[in-house]
């Protein structure tokens, strides 16, 4: 969703963009890496033979965990989101790469993130022993004035500036983490699984987790494109309990 306001051009979202714009990435590639140990050049017929015969050896290696094999693909994702998604997204280093605009060259654009009636607003219980919660309706609205209030706000401060001839750069520290950027993101399967078992809550996960709900969203997204070019991969990584290998 995304509400442009009628006096200015301030925009507001409570969603999230993620793209899939490349990727080399197939169940094929796990298996001719995996064979390579045992049957050397020989491996190399895998790139035509159907991955559905060997989904068992697909499952072998991700329950045993045996995870170089899941590493010989790519994927790249543009993403759009808030910056605090950001800061959270570039704690996953191995196996990941990223580009993402600069507020030292460009001008940033006044998009911003407020959460929708969805999005759980109250925390409850103790540091490592919590939950989230729907707030009322007029917490939520709460939330909302305060943000867009600030952001406008913030973003006034920021055009003063620059029409005052202040460099970008330094411009921008006023502006909050909630404002939108955007990045590529290229990953392959072995890292884009870790980072799914840290970044999003499903039944089926061994280990449970508890991400912040906008990079979860991310999360979301990245794994739905992932799905359709490795669908036995990913239904190992979630028979296996979604460890990554």
């Not at 051009?9 to 080399?24: A, G, N, P, Y």
């Not at 790139?47 to 015969?53: A, I």
């Amino acid at each position: 969703m995304t509400d442009t306001s009628a006096d200015d051009s301030v925009q507001f979202r409570d969603d999230v963009t993620v793209e899939l714009i490349k990727h080399s990435a197939a169940d094929s590639d796990v298996l001719w890496a995996a064979r390579v140990s045992t049957a050397g050049e020989q491996s190399l017929a895998e790139l035509t033979k159907d991955p559905e015969r060997s989904k068992g050896l697909i499952n072998f290696l991700m329950r045993d965990r045996h995870g170089s094999p899941f590493e010989h693909n790519s994927m790249t994702f543009f993403v759009s989101a808030p910056i605090f998604v950001f800061r959270e997204f570039m704690r996953h280093r191995v196996g990941w790469s990223y580009n993402e605009e600069s507020g030292r060259y460009r001008e940033l654009e006044p998009v911003f993130y407020v959460p929708s009636t969805e999005r759980k607003l109250v925390q409850q219980g103790r540091p490592g022993k919590y939950e989230f919660v729907h707030g009322s309706p007029e917490q939520h609205q709460s939330v909302v004035d305060a943000m867009e209030a600030s952001y406008r706000q913030s973003y006034d401060a920021y055009q003063k500036m620059l029409a005052a001839g202040v460099a970008r750069e330094v411009a921008r520290a006023t502006l909050p983490v909630g404002l939108f950027s955007s990045m590529y993101a290229t990953c392959n399967a072995r890292s884009l699984m870790h980072f799914l078992g840290l970044r999003t809550q499903h039944e089926l996960a061994k280990v449970p987790s508890f991400p912040q709900r906008e990079i979860e969203m991310v999360g979301e997204r990245m794994e739905a494109e992932w799905a359709k070019l490795m669908p036995l991969t990913h239904a190992a990584f979630n028979g296996n309990g979604r460890i990554a290998p």
